[in-house]
C-alpha cells in the first residue's frame, strides 16, 4: 500500500515543481533597463564616440555602482542596444546581471569593445519597439522596468512614435530619454529639430516617474549619462524646474510628426534623400 502510494505522490510533486520552474528562474531585481542607443547616420563618429564613452564612463562610476547596490534587492538586469531605422536594432550586449564593481566593469569591457556602426534612418519607435520586446527575455523579475533611449533627431521613419510609446507605457514600462542637441547646424536639415527636448518630453517619453535630461555640451556628455542611470537606477526625479504654464496643457507643444514631414519635404526637394 505504501509502494503503490509513494509514486503518485512522486509524480504530483514532480508536476507541481515544473509548474512553479518558471516563475522561480527569473532573478529577483530592482530595475531591468534597455539603454536604447540612437546610431543613425546622422550622429557622427565624433558624437558616437561621445556617446559609447559616456556609458563607458557612466557604467563604471562609484556613483552608478552605489545606486545599483542602494536598491531592496541591490541588483539590476541590463542590456545594451542599439536602433537607428526601421530595419536596424540590435542587441550589441546581451542582458546582465549587475550588483556590484566587477560585473559593471565586465558589461562596460563588452560596450567599449563593440564596434561604432552607423545606419541610415531614424525610427525611435522602432527602437523602442524593439527595446520593449527584449524584457520577455531578460531572465529577470524587477519591481520597475524601464527603456532609456538617446537620440538626435526625431523620428522620421517607421511607424509613428506616440502609438508605439503609449502601448509601451501602457505595460508598465517607462521611457526616459537622452535628447543630444550638439549640433545645431542640422537644426532646420532633414534629421534635427532646434526643440528636440521639447520633443522627447512631449511626444517620447512617457510612465511612472519619467524624465529626460538634455545634452547639449560635449564636454558634460559623460556627466549627463552617469546622472541619469543614477536616477534611473535608484528609482529618483531629478530636481523640478519652472515650466511655462503650456507645459502643462494635455496637446503636445511641438508635431509629434515633425520628422516625418521634414524628412518628406526633404525627399521631395532633393530626391537623392530617398
Given amino acids: 500500500m505504501h509502494r503503490k502510494t509513494f509514486v503518485p505522490m512522486c509524480l504530483a510533486l514532480g508536476a507541481m515543481l515544473s ?3 518558471p516563475a522561480t528562474a527569473d532573478v529577483e531585481v530592482d530595475l531591468e533597463l534597455v539603454l536604447a542607443v540612437d546610431i543613425s547616420r546622422s550622429m557622427d563618429y565624433d558624437e558616437q564616440q561621445l556617446q559609447r564613452d559616456g556609458y563607458v564612463e557612466a557604467l563604471r562610476h562609484p556613483e552608478v555602482i552605489a545606486a545599483i547596490q542602494s536598491g531592496p534587492i541591490g541588483r539590476i538586469a541590463v ?3 542599439e536602433w537607428a531605422g526601421p530595419f536596424h536594432q540590435a542587441m550589441v550586449v546581451p542582458w546582465t546581471f549587475v550588483s556590484g564593481a566587477a560585473e559593471a566593469e565586465a558589461f562596460a569591457i563588452r560596450v567599449a569593445e563593440a564596434p561604432l556602426v552607423r545606419e541610415r534612418g531614424t525610427s525611435i519607435s522602432q527602437g523602442l519597439d524593439f527595446a520593449s520586446a527584449q524584457f520577455a527575455t531578460s531572465g529577470a523579475r524587477g519591481a520597475r ?7 538626435d533627431g526625431p523620428n522620421n521613419m517607421g511607424l509613428p512614435v506616440v502609438p508605439v510609446r503609449d502601448r509601451i507605457i501602457a505595460e508598465g514600462i517607462t521611457i526616459n530619454g537622452l535628447p543630444i542637441m550638439l549640433k545645431t547646424s542640422y537644426a532646420f536639415g532633414p534629421y534635427s529639430i532646434p ?5 522627447y518630453e512631449d511626444c517620447v517619453i512617457g510612465g511612472p516617474g519619467a524624465f529626460m535630461i ?5 564636454a558634460r556628455f559623460a556627466v549627463a549619462i552617469r546622472r541619469k542611470l543614477v536616477l534611473e537606477i535608484a528609482g529618483r526625479l531629478p530636481e523640478p524646474r519652472l515650466m511655462k504654464a503650456a507645459a502643462f496643457t494635455p496637446e503636445p507643444r511641438v508635431d509629434c510628426m515633425i520628422g516625418e514631414k521634414q524628412r518628406g519635404r526633404w525627399i521631395y526637394e532633393d530626391p537623392s534623400m530617398k
Fill in 214 to 218: 538634455t545634452v547639449d555640451d560635449p
Fill in 79 to 81: 542590456t545594451y542596444v
Fill in 145 to 151: 522596468r524601464a527603456i532609456d533611449v538617446s537620440g
Fill in 19 to 21: 509548474l512553479a520552474s
Fill in 195 to 199: 526643440n528636440l527636448d521639447i520633443y
